[in-house]
């Protein structure tokens, strides 16, 4: 019973590939996130996803396109790979928008570009 | 640019004695302060977290004290046990970043026996 569930875990692709990320949580919370763990351990966060509206949206190349069907998933496809993609990305999740609620994270997918 | 520092990238501790991390930002419009424990293959756990109203939070083994003069803040585990061998990363957040997490780049701790 994972809290935060991202599927695949790992993932190695070609450049030029498109590529999806799923993410799900069952703690009921109603904001989600997706984070990137760079090759130098920093983490960076990319969107955040209230109640399945987009609110922080980082400078990310718009190669990246998340996408949230419901409270419970937020999906992150990947468009046209580029080498620099590869990295660990992070799903969390947590209770309320501009809460101090911690947010709790998934184990990470693991992108490698070929 | 980073917003959240912390400096020492590692930290060798004794069983059984104190172990301080140190995570300093800033940003001076952070008012939300965690600490997350991160194990090989796996995601942060958060740990503890602290208000910008207060200076001091503590649960069990874990005290986080936050001087915001100095914008810095630090993690103390006493006693340090073996298990607590990871990488702490300090992360920080405000209002208008909708608490969105900005993370420091983390120190990995061994505690030995």
């Known amino acids: 019973d994972t809290a935060v569930s991202q599927t695949p875990k790992y993932l190695v692709t070609q450049m030029g590939n498109d590529k999806s990320i799923k993410c799900e949580q069952n703690?009921?919370?109603?904001?989600m996130y997706w984070y990137k763990q760079d090759s130098k351990k920093f983490l960076k966060i990319m969107f955040s996803?209230?109640?399945?509206?987009?609110?922080i949206n980082e400078t990310v190349p718009n190669r990246f396109s998340p996408k949230s069907p419901d409270k419970a998933h937020l999906n992150l496809h990947i468009n046209s790979l580029e080498l620099g993609d590869s990295a660990v990305y992070f799903c969390a999740s947590s209770q309320g928008f501009g809460g101090t609620q911690p947010q709790h994270f998934g184990d990470g997918t693991r992108l490698s570009i070929l | 640019d980073q917003q959240v520092k912390q400096n020492s990238p590692s930290l060798s501790v004794q069983e059984g004695r104190i172990s301080i991390l140190n995570c300093d930002y800033t940003?001076?419009?952070?008012?939300?302060f965690l600490w997350y424990k991160k194990y090989p293959a796996e995601g942060p756990t958060f740990l503890i977290s602290?208000?910008?109203?207060?200076d001091k939070n503590e649960d069990g083994r874990f005290t986080v004290f936050l001087n915001k003069s100095a914008k810095h803040l630090s993690l103390h585990i006493v006693p340090s046990q073996p298990g607590d061998s990871a990488v702490y990363f300090c992360a920080a957040s405000h209002t208008n970043s909708g608490y969105a997490l900005n993370f420091g780049k983390g120190t990995s701790l061994l505690v030995t026996p």
């Open positions: 996803y209230n109640n399945k509206e987009l609110i």
């Open positions: 940003n001076s419009m952070f008012d939300y």
């Open positions: 602290i208000s910008s109203i207060k």
């Open positions: 703690l009921g919370h109603d904001t």
